[in-house]
Nanobody
Framework: QVQLVESGGTQVQAGGSLTLSCTVS????????MAWFRQAPGKEREFVAAFGWTEENTYYADSARGRFIISRANANTVLLLMNSLNLEDTAVYYC?????????????????WGQGTQVTVSS
């Protein structure tokens, strides 16, 4: 049974940086394409970034491009480095895994999800 566990969420001041981690167990990370989504209070879950193990296969939402970086830390861990955080980045961040990047922005197709980690950006 593949399990994803996020960590690293906390409260941070606007303008600061934070790195989230997603650790995969029960499966092989390289069998999946990984992504981060987030859900703010009262809003739908939205795509943040996706990673297909090469720089050419890395995608970002417009809100994340230039500020966030998704990368692989080791055989079992994917990171999301977030810089220049603003109040609109406050959300629960979820790690997700799917077999391919086709349709990577869409929630259907992701086979595994973590429980989420809360990021709160304060002024």
């Amino acid at each position: 049974q593949v399990q994803l566990v996020e960590s690293g969420g906390t409260q941070v001041q606007a303008g600061g940086s934070l790195t989230l981690s997603c650790t995969v167990s029960g499966g092989t990370l390289s069998d999946y394409r990984m992504a981060w989504f987030r859900q703010a209070p009262g809003k739908e879950r939205e795509f943040v970034a996706a990673f297909g193990w090469t720089e050419e296969n890395t995608y970002y939402a417009d809100s994340a491009r230039g500020r966030f970086i998704i990368s692989r830390a080791n055989a079992n861990t994917v990171l999301l480095l977030m810089n220049s955080l603003n109040l609109e980045d406050t959300a629960v961040y979820y790690c997700a895994a799917r077999p391919s990047l086709v349709g990577y922005r869409n929630i259907p197709g992701y086979e595994h999800w973590g429980q989420g980690t809360q990021v709160t950006v304060s002024s």
